[in-house]
Structure formats: C-alpha cells, structure tokens
C-alpha cells in the first residue's frame, strides 16, 4: 500500500525558514516524481512544485508565487522527499500535501502538514 | 493559456445521479485531466485520471459509482446512486509545464 507521511508543519514567524518532510513507502520511491501542494484555509488547491526522478534528471519545477524561495530536493536512498521553505511570507500559511506522480498526474495523496507563518 | 474551469457549487438527491464539469481552456481540448475527491476537514484523494478519448483509469478503491467521460474540450465525472459520502470538493487537474487545478466543485446531496 502506498503511503505518504508529511512532518515538519508549525508555527514559524514572516521571514524564517522551515522543511517539511515526505516520508514514502509501498513503492519504489526513486522511480516517481514527487509532488508539492497546498490549500489554504478555506481555499482551492495550489501547485507548489515538483522534483522528477533520477532517470528524468531530478529537476525541479516551481510555481511562480514560490520561486527563488522554495526549494524540492529527495533522497531516494530514505525514500524521503524535502520542501525547505524560506522567506516565509503570511500568504504561504496552508496545509502542504506531498503526493506522488504517475505519468504527469497526482495519483496518491498524504495527509497534510500546517504551515501557519505568523508573528 | 492552460486553463481548468469548474463550476463553484452543485446539488443532487441521495441515490440519484449527478455529472460535473471541468472545461479545458481554448486549444488544449486533447489534454487528459485527473479528478480528485476532498471531503470535509480531510485531505484529497485521487478518483481516476480522463482522457480526451473519453477512457479512464480509477484509483484503487474507488467504487464503481464513480465514471468518468469526455466530449472535446469538457472532461466530466459522474458520480451514481448518490451517498451522503459524496458530499465533497471536486477539483479536476492536469498538466503541461506545470501542475494546474481547477477551482473545484461543492458538491451537496441533498
């Protein structure tokens, strides 16, 4: 059964950093690509970016309202994904789902983590 | 420019029929798109992903109430014999330089 454990959410003031983590297992973690998205409070889902898998390079891609900012990184040896955020603005408070990509489309989904940037 | 469009709310009857939307901007009418279920204060769960030719591919799990169609440039999901489970956010997603969503739908059973 595939799974996907996100940790590292919190409290965290405008202008810090924080890593979220995705912690995968049921699959072969290094044959996908993973993926960021987040929702905030009473909104609509929001792509935050993606890292593909080795054997596509391992690039990243990034939404435009987080570039220069968030950064996507893996280790397929820990099957762990990594979202390191800095710079935090109010605007990114959300819950951040890691989900998994088949093809190009999200087919698993993790339970989320908060993110709530406030002073 | 890539654009998913939904409508903001919908309503059906428990244990009837209810078929929504998800219209692909202008020029992107051969895109496939994914559907994906959030239910109230729970994260999304992926239903199936459409293609333009109509033929889906489900998640696991997911119920055979739930079908997915297209007719050019609209992707739809229909959902049968309705249960008060059903009563979700439906956002439908595809891709092409990047990930996209659409707005989603409010689905009410009513």
């Known amino acids: 059964e595939v799974q996907l454990v996100e940790s590292g959410g919190g409290l965290v003031q405008p202008g810090r950093s924080l890593r979220l983590s995705c912690t995968a297992s049921?699959?072969?973690?290094?044959?996908?690509?993973m993926n960021w998205v987040r929702q905030a409070p009473g909104k609509g889902l929001e792509w935050v970016g993606f890292i593909r898998s080795k054997t596509y390079g391992g690039t990243t891609e990034n939404a435009a309202s987080v570039k220069g900012r968030f950064t996507i990184s893996r280790d397929d040896s820990k099957s762990i994904a990594y979202l390191q955020m800095n710079s935090l603005k109010t605007e990114d408070t959300a819950v951040y789902y890691c989900t998994r990509i088949t093809g190009s489309h999200i087919d698993h989904w993790g339970q989320g983590t908060l993110v709530t940037v406030s002073s | 420019q890539l654009v998913l469009t939904q409508s903001p709310s919908a309503s059906a009857s428990l244990g009837a029929s209810v078929k929504l939307t998800c219209t692909l901007s202008?020029?992107?009418?051969?895109?496939?798109i994914a559907w994906h279920q959030q239910q109230p204060e729970k994260g999304p769960r992926y239903l199936m992903k459409?293609?333009?030719?109509?033929?889906?591919s489900k998640g696991d799990g997911i119920p055979d109430r739930f079908s997915g169609s297209s007719s050019g440039a609209e992707r739809y999901l229909t959902i049968s014999s309705l249960q008060s489970e059903d009563e979700a956010d439906y956002y439908c997603q595809t891709w092409g330089t990047d990930i996209l969503f659409g707005g989603g739908t409010k689905l009410t059973v009513l």
């Open positions: 202008s020029g992107h009418s051969s895109y496939a």
């Open positions: 459409v293609n333009s030719d109509g033929s889906h």
């Open positions: 049921g699959f072969t973690f290094g044959d996908y690509a």
